[in-house]
């Protein structure tokens, strides 16, 4: 099973973009661009389920858990949020209610189905990453996070460094940590393996991009799941 915390840019009308451009919200700082994309057409050619989130991170993370810091970001990579500043509690909840909580629910209820029927599962947590952030270029095209407890995760890591060597990275650009919420929340109670796979964005800006990725990446998946037997 495929998610996608942040594939989606859109903003309620009634926050008027949180006060952002047009442009602002085309950054990364509003969406993980490519994984909307990426995650549709890969789930189609390995016949998963793909459930992503349409709103903005901006608007709310759905990674973060609700009261952290970072789950209404007032600055994301230097640029202030206007509709982020000084929110109420009232204004908080509005969101987790409206957003954040039908989000969940929408993988949960996937995920219990396969439980009931007995249909073993992967949870595939897609992300995409700037390729240059706070000054500093990065130059993986590939990362997968995990709290190196994932058997799943070892084998994609073999795999994908198999093909593109030193630049998939582990860990990197981020690493798997306390701040992390949806993998722990879906992953932990149900005992399942997981997979957090970040992808360079200037390698999916483009549907010619992401269509050209789909095939490489459901080889890593297939030669991850016969390595495990």
């Given at each position: 099973m495929l998610v996608g915390d942040h594939a989606g840019r859109e903003?309620?009308?009634?926050?008027?973009?949180?006060?952002l451009s047009d442009a602002e919200l085309d950054r990364h700082i509003a969406w993980d661009i490519g994984v909307a994309g990426l995650g549709r057409l890969l789930a189609r050619r390995i016949?998963?389920?793909?459930?992503?989130?349409?709103?903005?991170r901006l608007v709310i993370d759905?990674?973060?858990?609700p009261g952290h810091p970072g789950s209404i970001a007032e600055v994301s990579d230097g640029t202030v949020v206007p509709g982020n500043q000084r929110l109420g509690e009232a204004d908080r909840r509005a969101r987790v209610e409206a957003i954040f909580e039908p989000y969940h629910q929408a993988v949960a209820a996937v995920l219990d189905a396969r439980q009931t029927a007995k249909r073993p599962t992967i949870l595939l947590a897609l992300h995409s990453f700037t390729p240059s952030m706070d000054g500093f270029d990065r130059p993986w095209r590939f990362g997968v996070l995990h709290r190196r407890d994932s058997a799943f995760s070892r084998a994609i890591l073999a795999?994908?460094?198999?093909?593109?060597?030193?630049?998939?990275?582990?860990?990197q650009p981020y690493s798997m940590d306390e701040i992390d919420y949806t993998v722990p929340?879906?992953?932990?109670?149900?005992?399942l393996d997981y997979l957090e796979l970040?992808?360079?964005?200037d390698l999916i800006a483009?549907?010619?991009?992401?269509?050209?990725?789909?095939?490489?990446?459901?080889?890593v998946l297939d030669e991850a799941l016969a390595a495990l037997g």
């Open positions: 903003v309620p009308v009634r926050l008027k973009n949180l006060g016949d998963a389920i793909f459930v992503r989130q349409r709103y903005s759905c990674n973060r858990a795999a994908l460094r198999a093909r593109w060597g030193d630049e998939v990275g582990d860990n929340r879906h992953v932990d109670p149900r005992g970040e992808v360079r964005q483009t549907l010619e991009k992401q269509q050209g990725l789909v095939e490489p990446l459901a080889g």
